[in-house]
C-alpha cells in the first residue's frame, strides 16, 4: 500500500505518478480552488499545463494536490531554508564581573563593555563579587547594579532582577534589539562606510602632473 506510516516530516511529497489515489482535491497553480477530481483527470492537467503534480495534504481525504513547478520550489525552498539559517543568530549571554567599591575609571571601562555587548544583541549576566567584610554590605553591590542598568537603559533593560548567589549578587540585562536586528545594522553600518569611503576617494583629486 501507498500509506506511508511513520514517516520523518521533511520526507518528501508524492509527485506525479506516484500519487496512487482514485481522486484528489485539485488546487491550480495561482492557488485556485479547481476541487475534486479523478487524479487521471489532474495529471492530465499538469501536463497541459507542462508542470508536476504534487500531493501537499497526504492525510486529507481526498489528498490535497497542486499543480506546480516543483523543481523551482524545491530550490526556492532551499534557498529560503539557508537564507534563514545565515540570518539565525544564538542568544549569547556574556559576562562581566565587578567589584562593590569599584573605582571610576574601571567602573566606565566596564560599562563599556556592557553597552558594546547590547549593542550586539547579546544578553549580560553581571556578577558583583564581595570579599571579606563586603559580604556585609549587599546594598552596595545592589546599588551598583541599579546604577549600571540606568546607564545602559536605551539599550537594555533588566531581565533578571538582581539576587543573592552565595558571595556574589547576580543581575542580567537583555539587549532591546533582537541579534538578528543588531547584526543586520551592523552589515547595514557597515556598507554604508564602505560606500562612503569609496566615495571619498573617487573624490580625491588626482595628482596634476608637473609643468616642465
Known sequence: MGAN??????AEPRINDRIRVPEVRLVGPSGE??????????LE???EYDLDLVEVAANARPPVCKLMDYGKFKYESAMKAREARKNQAHTVIKEM???PKIDPHDYDTKKGHVVRFLKQGDKVKITIMFRGREQSRPELGFRLLQRLAEDVQDLGFVESNPKQDGRNMIMVLGPHKKKTEAMAEARELKAARKAESQANAEEAPAGEPAEA
Open 5 to 10: 506510516r511513520g514517516g520523518p516530516i521533511s
Open 33 to 42: 480552488q479547481v476541487g475534486i477530481v479523478p487524479l487521471a483527470k489532474a
Open 45 to 47: 492537467l499538469a501536463s
Open 97 to 99: 564581573k565587578l567589584r
